[in-house]
Each structure stands twice: as structure tokens, then as C-alpha cells.
């Protein structure tokens, strides 16, 4: 393993386990000695550091580093660009009406009939990034990528259970309920009962995005990869 790829492992790591570690055993004592505020401070600041980092450090990695297997055939290409289009729907629908967020509302929230994209899981934001995650492993298994997508999709995965057991203690009987009316694991048929709303959002940000690799990344995706080319 080269040098530049052992930063990018140790920078993924970083941010990772900063996040477990300042979002659930410091958090309170944090808290305490720096107040709210300050702890925001403190975990938006190791957060955008630690990010800086693993996007520097996957950078240095050489790009043109061999692929694990082949993600270069449509049927791969297909598949992660259903992949990002549902993990866009989930994440739009994610943001409003979302217990799981930090909201004063949260008991509220919880006590709603399940709406959107919470058919699917009670985590859409979370699992919009492993699914992000795992679309870009299925076509570009090259080193720096798996390393990259294996540290975002561990932490919203881990971070998603994690946040279970913060809200059940936070929340008590309110999360207890609406955790028995919803899923951790997602569930496809819901994705039928998302919206209107969420699937016309979610795809007008998918197009947006795969747009964006075009001039970010000079590879078409969604698409834009049979249209552009």
C-alpha cells in the first residue's frame, strides 16, 4: 500500500470515528463544558478538517490505479444510477417531517403517521449515502474509491443504528413507536408510497447531480452517460 493511500485510510478513518466519538460518548460532557453552541463549534470544525483531509488525500491517490473488478458495462452503470436516484428521493424526502433530525419538534414528528419516504426506513438520509456509496463502488472499484465509499457508507450505516439507540434514550416511548411503525432496513415497496412530491424532487436533484460529474469528474453518469456520449 503506497503512501498516499495510507493517508487516505487513516484520513477516513479519522473523520469516521470523530464523528462516532464526538456524536455519542463526548457529546455530553462536551456539551457541558462548552455549551450547545460550542459544541457545534467543536464538531463542525473536526468534521471540515477531517473531510479536508480524506478529500485531499483521495486526490493524491492515483486515479488510474487498477479496479477491483470491472464496472465499465452498462448493466453496472444501470444499476448505480437507479441506485442514486432512489438514494436522491430518500434524501429530499429526508428533510422534512424527519424525527431522526435534531428538531424540538422531534416527539411530534415521531407521533405522525408514517408519510413518504419513511415507508421505505425510518433513515432515508442515512441510507441516501450508502446508497451513494455503494453506486460509485459498483462502477469504479479502484482503491481510493472503495476506501472512500466503504468510510461514507460504514458511518451512515453504523451512524444510523447508533442514532436508534441515542433517540430511544433521548425520546423513550415516542421513538419506541414510531420505531415499531418503520424500519431500519429499507423497505423497496414503500418506495411506491414516497410522493409525488419526493420523486419529482428527488429526481430533478439526481439529474442536477449526474450533471455535475461531467464537468467535476469528466464522466457522465445517470443520464447523461447514453445522451452525452
Not at 485510510?9 to 460518548?25: E, I, N, Q
Not at 490505479?65 to 437507479?82: C, F, N, T, V, Y
Not at 441506485?83 to 433530525?101: E, F, K, Y
Amino acid at each position: 500500500m503506497d503512501d498516499a493511500l495510507v493517508s487516505l485510510v487513516a484520513a477516513s478513518v479519522t473523520f469516521v470515528g470523530s464523528h462516532f466519538v464526538l456524536s455519542h460518548p463526548l457529546r455530553t460532557a462536551l456539551n457541558n463544558l462548552f455549551g450547545p453552541r460550542g459544541f457545534q463549534l467543536i464538531y463542525s470544525l473536526v468534521a471540515l478538517a477531517s473531510f479536508g483531509w480524506m478529500v485531499a488525500a483521495f486526490r493524491a491517490v492515483p486515479a488510474a490505479a487498477a479496479p477491483l473488478w470491472d464496472g465499465s458495462g452498462e448493466l453496472a452503470w444501470a444499476l448505480a444510477s437507479l441506485l442514486t436516484l432512489i438514494a436522491s428521493v430518500l434524501l429530499v424526502g429526508s428533510l422534512r417531517g424527519n424525527p431522526a433530525l435534531p428538531d424540538p419538534r422531534a416527539s411530534a414528528l415521531a407521533a405522525q403517521p408514517v408519510h413518504g419516504v419513511f415507508h421505505v426506513t425510518r433513515h432515508p438520509m442515512m441510507w441516501s449515502f450508502a446508497l451513494w456509496a455503494a453506486a460509485h463502488a459498483i462502477v469504479a472499484a479502484t482503491p481510493r474509491v472503495l476506501v472512500l465509499a466503504g468510510a461514507l457508507g460504514f458511518l451512515a450505516l453504523v451512524g444510523a443504528h447508533l442514532q436508534d439507540r441515542k433517540k430511544a434514550a433521548l425520546m423513550g416511548h415516542d421513538w419506541a413507536q414510531w420505531s415499531a411503525r418503520t424500519r431500519y432496513w429499507p423497505r423497496l415497496g414503500g418506495l411506491g408510497r414516497a410522493g409525488a412530491g419526493n420523486w419529482l424532487a428527488g429526481l430533478a436533484l439526481w439529474l442536477a447531480a449526474t450533471w455535475g460529474h461531467i464537468p467535476l469528474a469528466y464522466v457522465p453518469a445517470g443520464l447523461w452517460r447514453w445522451l452525452v456520449e
